[in-house]
């Protein structure tokens, strides 16, 4: 996130909640949160805030003429976004478009998906079927390296239509916004906390108290140049690109620490060619010190000619990798490229290594050649010395050392990728299709489901808001839970899905039931609960108990109904979420399972449909 020429004081506002239970970290914040903080504290000089429409829908029909695609990556912001954050600009005015409604920033690969190649100010497009929306600039892409991508922008009051006004409720508890402040000085200390949780006590706690009894609720700020590798932080901005937004710091340390162990190898190993080719050279020496040489001149022709060989070995290297970066970049889902010509600090690293390299592996080459008597040399009377096997034996053991470390590590590396494709995820992934029906109205949701149902190869067809696995952050929300001693407040995540969800992903029951189709008051008064919610609950018979959202009335809420058995809801990093799984009809994301029989025509039978 360097690009930006504020980089340094930029920071994202986030909040620590806990209901019941250790307190969770969000990137996403209240919608006026960025407006209160910038008017108390002066060390603040500006904000910005962006809703994600991936909160409305994972992806969004644009038109434009005859072509038609859709698209994710739309951010709703502030008009002083381009005060907080620097691009490069194309076309237009990015920042005097964000100051009117309907007219969008676009980056330029999404400019040229839509228009094509050329510069599009002025023209118009369908956003969403319904909202007419004008090109006022472009600006480039976003750099691979950024924790923040997006390709479109428009004003927060653009698409009101959309999300309504439930998305900038005032209350400090209804976080859809991520927020970024811009300072003039240093946030990140002690002092500056101290105001922040005063702030924090005099302007919300009350409000907060009025809500939840057991809970506490916190603000903070992460600088930006922490984000890109930042983990523990739930709700991160949506990443629209194959590429991950996220780096892990982890990988980075590890793929330095292999370099390193591969350059020592290496090292090691020139040295123990040079020792071992010291007797063909002895007379070099003993001619040249005979002619005068003397010794440090020596050691400069020994260091310079393994500085040489080392930028040898930096070109074909550079060759090397300038062949296999295409397939790397694939197979890692990275985009990564050389770019030494545009990069000085990464080209300066480059030849400092390459000098380093060279003269630490041959240093000892250089100081022991240029040690020998010329007349010695001469009469041929030159031998090892003890010491210098000595130090060759200690190289070919350090060099050994590293080898069976390395050989070890990656056998664990091994044993880890045969672990997570083996891994039981606790559903089922085989012979499942997913088709996202985010622009259907719901009645032509549920008739799509009943359609693709009748193709004789489908087994089963379900309709939810959420899907197995890492995606879209698993939503947070408070429960009143029955225990022995009354109700008592937890935060759980939440999963929305039809009476086809368990069959279709393959849950296994532990205990109780799953929702049923012919039962209708299971939308309103039933729920299932995973195993880790029943152990965050503390139930011994978890059917039967009641679950109440904050809000219900005192009598209202929901009974659990069955228990499921753990599933994967984040990253094997992460450890299994309590999740509260709740009856819906109006999902966007239809699964589709297919009979073991199923042959490639289900495509086009499903297109039909379609």
């Known amino acids: 996130d360097e690009h930006h020429e504020n980089h340094g004081f930029i920071y994202r506002l986030g909040i620590e909640i806990g209901i019941g239970g250790p307190p969770v970290k969000a990137g996403i914040s209240p919608y006026p949160a960025g407006p209160d903080l910038t008017d108390i504290f002066p060390e603040i000089d500006g904000f910005v805030r962006m809703f994600a429409m991936d909160l409305v829908s994972s992806e969004i029909l644009i038109q434009y003429e005859e072509n038609s695609l859709y698209e994710k990556g739309t951010l709703l912001v502030d008009s002083t976004f381009f005060d907080i954050f620097t691009h490069p600009v194309v076309y237009g005015d990015p920042a005097a478009s964000l100051r009117h409604n309907n007219l969008a920033v676009l980056t330029k690969s999404k400019a040229e998906r839509i228009f094509g190649p050329g510069d599009p100010v002025g023209k118009h497009f369908v956003f969403d079927k319904e909202h007419h929306v004008e090109v006022g600039a472009v600006i480039e892409d976003i750099p691979d390296n950024s924790h923040l991508k997006f390709r ?17 409720s005032d209350s400090y508890f209804t976080n859809n916004f991520f927020t970024y402040v811009l300072a003039n000085q240093d946030l990140n200390t002690s002092e500056f906390d101290e ?24 603000l903070h700020l992460r600088p930006m140049k922490e984000l890109y590798f930042l983990k523990d932080e739930l709700y991160e901005p949506f990443n629209p690109e194959e590429i991950p937004a996220k780096g892990d710091r982890v990988f980075v340390i590890l793929f330095i620490t292999v370099a390193i162990f591969l350059l ?3 090292a090691v190993n020139y040295m123990n060619m040079a020792i071992a080719r010291s007797a063909k050279r002895s007379k070099e020496v003993g001619v040249r010190k005979v002619l005068g040489a003397d010794r440090t001149s020596l050691i400069r022709q020994f260091l310079a000619e393994s500085v040489l060989i080392s930028f040898v070995a930096l070109l074909v290297a550079l060759l090397w990798v300038e062949l296999s970066l295409p397939a790397f970049n694939q197979l890692m889902s990275k985009n990564l490229s050389l770019a030494l010509f545009y990069d000085l600090r990464l080209s300066a690293v480059i030849l400092a290594l390459v000098v380093v390299t060279g003269m630490i592996s041959g240093s000892y080459p250089a100081f022991y050649l240029s040690g020998f008597r010329p007349i010695e040399v001469l009469k041929q009377q030159i031998n090892l010395s003890d010491r210098n096997l000595l130090v060759r034996k200690l190289l070919v053991g350090f060099q050994f050392t590293i080898s069976v470390f390395m050989i070890i590590a990656t056998l664990v590396v091994v044993q880890q990728l045969f672990f997570m494709r083996n891994k039981d995820l606790g559903y089922e992934t085989e012979r499942i299709m997913i088709l996202n029906a985010h622009d259907l109205g719901t009645h032509q949701r549920e008739n799509l489901k009943n359609e693709i149902m009748q193709i004789a190869v489908v087994e089963n067809v379900s309709l939810s808001s959420n899907l197995p696995g890492p995606g879209i952050g698993l939503q947070q929300w408070g429960f009143q839970i029955e225990s022995e001693d009354g109700f008592v407040e937890r935060m759980t995540g939440v999963y929305n899905v039809d009476q086809s969800f368990a069959e279709v992903y ?18 309103t008064e039933s729920v299932v609960v995973n195993e880790a919610a029943v152990n965050l609950f503390g139930w011994d018979d978890p059917v039967g108990k009641i679950v109440r959202h904050f809000g219900d009335p005192e009598n209202g809420g929901r009974r659990v109904v069955g228990v499921v058995r753990d599933f994967h809801v984040n990253s094997f990093e992460q450890q299994i979420s309590p999740v509260l799984i709740l009856p819906a009809e109006q999902g966007n994301q239809l699964s589709i399972r297919l009979k073991p029989d199923a042959g490639s025509g289900v495509l086009q039978a499903i297109e039909g449909v379609w």
């Not at 009051?157 to 999300?163: C, E, T, V």
């Not at 849950?507 to 939308?523: I, Y």
Request: proline residues 2%; negative net charge.
């Open 506 to 523: 393959g849950l296994e029951m532990v205990k109780g039931r799953f929702f049923d189709h012919h039962l209708p008051t299971d939308l």
């Open 195 to 218: 105001k922040l949780n005063a702030f924090v006590q005099d302007r919300i706690y009350s409000e907060f108290r009025e809500q939840v009894v057991d809970g506490s609720f916190k």
């Open 152 to 168: 479109m922008l428009m004003h927060y009051r653009s698409l009101d239509g959309l999300i309504g006004e439930w998305a900038r």
């Open 264 to 266: 020592s190898i290496a």
